[in-house]
């Protein structure tokens, strides 16, 4: 339902105008690789579960604060690395086919999108940590989530964007 009414161009919030499809909120939706409506499926998932299943037990236990043990950071770092591969397969891979050179050349300015913006944003977490916001310190966790809300923030208009 989600996805028809997003990419279908007579969804929920379109109406026919002389044979015409049109917006109610105006021009066009940009979904290139379906980032708006993948991430707003999933994110309200992800919020009905976890409103349904509650904090963990303990999390809001002062006594208990520091007793949270980090994750794995080499495995966090490898599976940021994973899903970045596979964001060039995802980001690339929806103009469909490379059958003529102006498909081939937005396929290209998908892939530079897909690497520029999640350097940017990885980086500029990583230094707003390292100089800004205390405790200073150099946080690769925070460093491979700028790397994914970059990936995320480009997806769906990645071949309307200029680098």
């Known amino acids: 339902i989600v996805v028809y009414w997003g990419w279908s161009g007579s969804g929920l919030l379109f109406y026919d105008d002389a044979g015409e499809s049109k917006s109610v909120v105006g021009p066009a939706l940009i ?11 999933g994110g309200v998932g992800a919020l009905c579960g976890a409103i349904i299943v509650g904090p963990r037990n303990g ?6 604060a520091n007793d949270f043990d980090g994750h794995s950071v080499p495995f966090c770092v490898l599976g940021t690395f994973f899903l970045w591969f596979g964001w060039y397969g ?3 891979g929806s103009t469909g ?9 937005t ?4 892939a530079v999108n897909t690497t520029l913006a999640p350097c940017v944003a990885g980086l500029l977490v ?4 390292a100089l800004v916001f205390p405790p200073r310190l150099l946080d690769v ?12 923030s480009i997806t769906a208009g990645c071949a309307a964007v200029e680098p």
């Not at 999390?59 to 208990?64: F, G």
């Not at 086919?97 to 050349?105: G, I, P, Q, V």
């Not at 396929?107 to 998908?110: E, P």
């Not at 990583?126 to 940590?129: D, G, P, T, V, Y």
């Open 107 to 110: 396929a290209g300015l998908v």
């Open 126 to 129: 990583f230094l707003l940590r």
């Open 97 to 105: 086919s490379m059958h003529d050179a102006a498909t081939a050349n």
């Open 59 to 64: 999390r809001w236990d002062e006594s208990k």
């Open 90 to 92: 995802f980001n690339p």
């Open 31 to 41: 979904d290139f690789a379906g980032s708006g409506l993948v991430h707003l499926t």
């Open 141 to 152: 966790g925070a460093f491979c989530n700028g790397i994914l809300a970059g990936l995320v």
